[in-house]
């Protein structure tokens, strides 16, 4: 500041009032001037441009909103959304609706931050729909279109008929033009509108047909149902079954069910459906041939039932002669041998036929009654051997179960047999009654068998047959001494004892034998008892109760089998285990119990397994300490103590390298003991890098890895997209300090931090309009003069190239979507460019074309189908040489066929971008020649042939002559007037002329020659 013009200020002062230079302060001290002061410099805030509204479509591409702020905003601020928190300053249409956003820049040194609005008013795409085709029955029921439309259209558009009206909705088809009918929807600012094309088109009265009902035969040949039905059945429809499910139109009764079918024409105001009803008739069943044999002595016999299983009722019968006969048969006396044949007829199906062949066969006769009786000791009895005349006998019991014919009396019953003699045929068997006594023995057992435990004492051998007691007999020993029926068992062995009766009764021998069996007992020991700890190993139960080496008995707990040889204490449960030998023979099981308790073993916790950083706080392992228990610690290292139960491990301060130390603990009770380890490793700290400082462009993605093992946490986290990650991607838009704090896998910690220098990118202000037109389209642009920081500059059109003029001016013929794409660096190098697709679009041009049916007309047939050819076209406009026009795809016209001359028809096309594309054609009319005269007459006054007068057409009349002659050549009849007829008189019309043969002449010019045409031949006059 200029001092000899400084003057006195008091502060604090508005910031409004600082000018720059230097403030100074000075103070007087003891006679002296003492003096400091500051040196003042204003800051330029940063200009956050003008609030303002940015009126978009929904189709737009995404956008850069600080472009489109007003005024001329600094590049360097953040965007909040309505609610205040950041967004991207990017606006996307396809995934963002209409809001307020708001734009801050706080970034200058002593300023506050400065703001302002865009909000961005996002308009919809409108939809017609899509398009449609459909067909109406010709003077049906109105119907709204709008509700024929494909796709989802928005209500409240605009109808066009084909002639481009504007019509109402409602299509009444007794009253309108079929065709294609344009539904338009208008687009809010700057959307483009849409239109949908509903193509309509009239179809004859019922197309589906009318109902109808067919018979078939289920083995019959396939049947086309669409050929069947009544009425006028249109094709191009589909078949459904009565399900509804899909069909097709030909009817396989062989594999497909009777019932109903349908088939569906869809359209509009005529009946949708029509229903063949098929009947399914069965192909008759007349059965297989068969062949019969039955008995003579059958008195009648039902044919009905001698049919295979299926077979059709109600058919039939007649014999070999081919007289029908009734279904119930009746021999007659000397025939043996019958034949008949079953008819039975289809409705459609052809008839069926089977055989029955009858053959009568021969009665046997029966064998005798016989009464047998046989002894129970008796051997066994071949029963044939009382039917020596029948070798064939075959015998069963009264239930009919075949019987072997060997008979054993040991069975000691009575039977009745029957002795039967097959037929061999259809004839019952011959019977005869065999009657069996069996009479029974002295004794029913004569040699028993007893099993007898030496614990039993004795044993009364009168308890094996009541009859032998002593009034009937005696009991012998081994030496034949007569002894006591109550024997002694204790000298054990086999004995054998026999009683013989002195009486006589019954049949067979009369001794009994005992031979008897003693069995020794069984012992299973002691009782015991046994202790185990539950961590003890198995031991053999043997060698707790030795009276189980024997390997004799079986072990069980509590009623359930124990089938281990081993007790386990560590699994197996305490109790009373019972071991049990089996009984010998008649001898009881014996049992010894031995009673098995389990003390449980203890737990021993050392401690979960610890990883340690260098440096950390001392901690305890192990765990409570148990009543009676002493510990041992190995290894001591860093231990408190090695007999505590918890002792302390003290961490060092300093650890150079990972190291891992095992701590064992051992504990005993008395009883039980337990050990444990546990892993305690020590880690030293991890490293941290990060680098010093780095410098980018706004936006340019910053990698950044940090150096050392472990997990990651960066800040400030809002700047980091993963703040976990070791490898780092910033995009940023202003300076920033970063750190990074490095955790290894054992928590283990260390940091670093980094500073970043942020330079501005290009801010490229450009706002282009979408432009479309058909080819070609004449292109222009340019920046907004509030563009910055560019140094380098050009445009780009995809598949043109480059341009690096300031003004974009280009010309595209070539129609397709472009891309406009905007690419500026700044004096740093930063890089910016924005891309606009599909931001220019030149529309395809049609390409008329078409063809004439016939390719030339004749005078006597002038009527043209023209058959469009055009590519890409969408509505027609013809012109028929100025005689005509037509807005269809393919007219007819009829053209004047008067004299031969050429047809100019043009064909202008429009596709459904506007685009218009022509083309003419010659048409030529050629004169064609027709000539008839008739060869006979009848001028009888009936008003049939009454006269002669040639016909003919491409002939120019005026050169017309007619001349008849009669068979001497002399001329009767001569006219230059074509259409003047001959009326059969002569003479001038003084007679009439006689029934004759006369010779005419006609001679004319053709419209298109200079000569003249001789026609010539005969009439026949018949009255």
Known sequence: MDQSKQSSTNFPWPAANFIDGWYSYTLNAAGCDIATGVYVTTIQNADPGNSTTYLICEDYLPFQMVNFLAGSPDNTGSWFNASGNPVSGTFDPATQNSALFTYMIDNVPGCGPVFSTLYVDENLNPDAGENASIEVCEGGTPFNMFNYLAGSPEAGGQWYNPVNDPVSNIFDPSTDLVGNYRYHVNGLTPCSDDNSFLTISFIAPDPAGENATITVCESGSNVNMFQQLNGNPAAGGYWTDASGNPTNSVYDPQNEPAGNYYYNYPNIGCPQSATITVNLESDPNAGNDNSISVCENITSLNLNGQLSGGADTGGQWTDVNGTSVSNIFIPQNGISSYDFQYHVNGVVCPADQSMLHIQLEQLPADPQDINLSFCQLDPIVDLSNYYPAFPLIEFELQNGIPHSGSFDPSIGIDLIVMAVLPSGNSCADGEGEMTIEVVDPMFENPNNTVNLCISAGTFNLTSLDVDASATNGNWFDESGNIIDPLVDLSGGGNPVYQFITNTGGGCGAAILTANLNIYNTVEAGENAVVTFCSTDSPENLENLLPAASSGLGTWSYQGTPFNSTQFDPTSDLPGSYLYVVPGNGPCPADAAELTISVQPAFTLNAGDDVDVCAGSVNFHIGSAPLPNTTYAWSPSQFLSSVSQSQPVVQVPATISSDMSITYQVFADNGVCSASDQIDVA??????????????????????????????????????????????????????????????????????????????????????????????????????????????????????????????????????????????????????????????????????????????????????????????????????????????????????????????????????????????????????????????????????????????????????????????????????????????????????????????????????????????????????
């Not at 991890?686 to 993605?701: F, S, T």
């Not at 910053?702 to 780092?728: H, K, V």
């Not at 432009?771 to 642009?781: D, G, K, N, Q, T």
């Open 682 to 1023: 020590f880690h030293p700290l991890p490293v941290a890098d990060i680098g010093d400082q780095y410098e980018i462009c706004i936006q340019d993605e910053l990698n950044i890895t940090a150096t050392g093992i472990g997990t990651y946490a960066w800040a400030p986290q809002f700047l980091f997209e993963d703040p976990s990650s070791p490898a780092q991607h910033l995009v940023l838009s202003q300076d920033a300090v970063i750190s990074v704090v490095v955790t290894n896998d054992y928590g283990c910690v260390a940091s670093d931090t980094a500073e970043i220098v942020v330079h501005p990118n290009p801010v490229i202000v450009f706002t282009p309009e979408p432009l479309a037109s058909c080819s070609p389209l004449e292109v222009e642009y340019a920046l907004d003069t509030a563009s910055q920081f560019i140094e380098v500059f050009y445009w780009n059109i995809s598949g043109i190239g480059d341009f690096t003029q300031d003004t974009l001016r280009a010309t595209i013929t070539e129609s397709g979507l472009y891309t406009l794409t905007v690419y500026a660096m700044s004096d740093f190098g930063c890089e910016k460019s924005m891309s606009y697709p599909a931001l220019l679009e030149v529309y395809p041009s049609p390409d008329a074309d078409f063809s004439t049916d016939p390719i030339e007309l004749s005078t006597i047939d002038p009527i043209a189908q023209f058959v469009d050819e055009s590519i890409g076209a969408e509505t027609y406009w013809w012109n028929f040489a100025g005689l005509g026009t037509s807005t269809e795809a393919a007219p007819i016209f009829e053209f004047p066929a008067a004299e031969p001359t050429n047809f100019e028809i043009c064909l202008e096309v429009t596709n459904t971008y506007g685009c218009v594309d022509s083309i003419c054609r010659i048409l030529h009319l050629d004169n064609q020649y027709i000539f008839f005269a008739p060869n006979a007459i009848t001028p009888d006054g009936d008003g049939i042939n009454d006269n002669f007068s040639p016909v003919m057409m491409g002939f120019d009349e005026s050169t017309y002559s007619l001349e008849i002659f009669d068979r001497w050549g002399d001329q009767i009849f001569f006219s230059n007037e074509y259409g003047k007829p001959w009326i059969a008189q002569i003479h001038g019309g003084e007679y009439y002329a006689q029934i004759d043969v006369y010779i005419w002449q006609v001679k004319v010019k053709d419209k298109e020659m200079a000569e003249y045409r001789v026609f010539q031949g005969t009439v026949t006059v018949i009255r």
